[in-house]
């Protein structure tokens, strides 16, 4: 693979990656929450995309147009059912109400699907590809994966900053005392905030699902990933955590060209400089 195809797939691998940080930098940005079971809820929606494939025959698009409405719903209750009750005893308590829902959804995922690793069989759209030079090739899975982050990404921009929905959860992420006394009901704002993470995140897992294996506990090395490409960018930065995936995917792909051992060494390096000489990250200063 030459230098010029290492960073073509990197900055498609960068998509991915963005996809899976988007419900993290959202939930964080509203809710000062950073979900711990993020990782595992995109390995859930992979498992229930399976177990429908193969139990209904239903094509996989249409699994896909099931799976995302469905765990925006889960999002919303799961908000309202479990996570509002931890807000208000403070950023702990959030994370081990995360951190105990990562444990449960392992071990049911254990219990139910055994150990084995599984793939979501996409057909031919999850090998096609076409070439922009002899020697540099773009999957069609990889390219819809990385223009489904742009247009997530876009969509929620544009739902925060022209929707009244919207404008009432940047004002809650703010003050949700003040924007309490404005008529918002931060419970149903931080659902919606929820709702839209559970969606993504379980999109993620799909189009993940689609191009390498999964198994029950691969879900927090999705997190770590997530996390990493959230940070790079800017904590709060939708458009920093597209630009921080892009960042740990070229970094990665360009250290396998180099030595395929030191793959996922690079992307960590990466993060720890941008922790140590940029910690706000990328975009932080615009964002702000």
């Keep these: 693979m030459g230098w010029l195809n290492a960073v073509v ?7 991915l990656y963005a996809l899976f940080a988007t419900g ?11 979900n711990l079971a993020h990782g595992d809820l995109a390995v859930v929606a992979s498992f229930l995309a399976l177990a429908m494939v193969s139990g209904t025959g239903l094509p996989l698009w249409v699994v896909v147009v099931v799976t995302v409405p469905l765990f925006a719903l889960l999002g919303y209750l799961t908000q309202r ?17 995360t951190f105990g829902l990562s444990i449960v959804l392992q ?23 076409f070439h922009l ?17 742009c247009a997530a990404l876009a969509g929620i921009q544009v739902f925060l900053s022209r929707t009244g929905l919207g404008r009432m959860l940047r004002a809650s992420a703010d003050d949700r005392e003040t924007a309490s006394l404005m008529g918002a009901d931060s419970r149903h704002v931080y659902g919606i905030a929820t709702a839209i993470a559970f969606a993504t995140v379980a999109l993620a897992g799909l189009m993940f699902a689609m191009r390498s294996s999964f198994d029950p506990s691969i879900g927090p090395s999705r997190l770590i990933f997530a996390f990493e490409a959230v940070v790079i960018g800017g904590l709060g930065s939708l458009w920093g955590t597209l630009l921080g995936g892009m960042v740990l995917g070229v ?30 990250g990328l975009l932080a200063g615009r964002a702000a």
């Design 133 to 149: 030079t002899e020697s540099t090739s773009v999957g069609y899975l990889s390219l819809t994966t990385f223009l489904l982050a």
């Design 24 to 34: 993290l930098s959202l939930m964080f940005g509203v809710m000062r929450i950073v």
């Design 107 to 129: 071990n049911v995922l254990l219990e139910v699907f055994s150990a084995d690793t599984r793939t979501l069989d996409g057909g031919s759209f999850a090998t096609a590809s």
């Design 9 to 15: 797939q990197g900055l498609l691998l960068g998509g």
């Design 81 to 97: 059912v479990l996570l509002q009750r931890s807000l208000g005893a403070g950023p702990l308590a959030t994370l081990l109400v």
């Design 251 to 280: 970094a990665q792909s360009l250290s396998a060209q180099v030595d395929p051992a030191l793959t996922l060494l690079a992307g960590h390096l990466i993060f720890l400089a941008v922790l140590a000489f940029r910690p706000q």
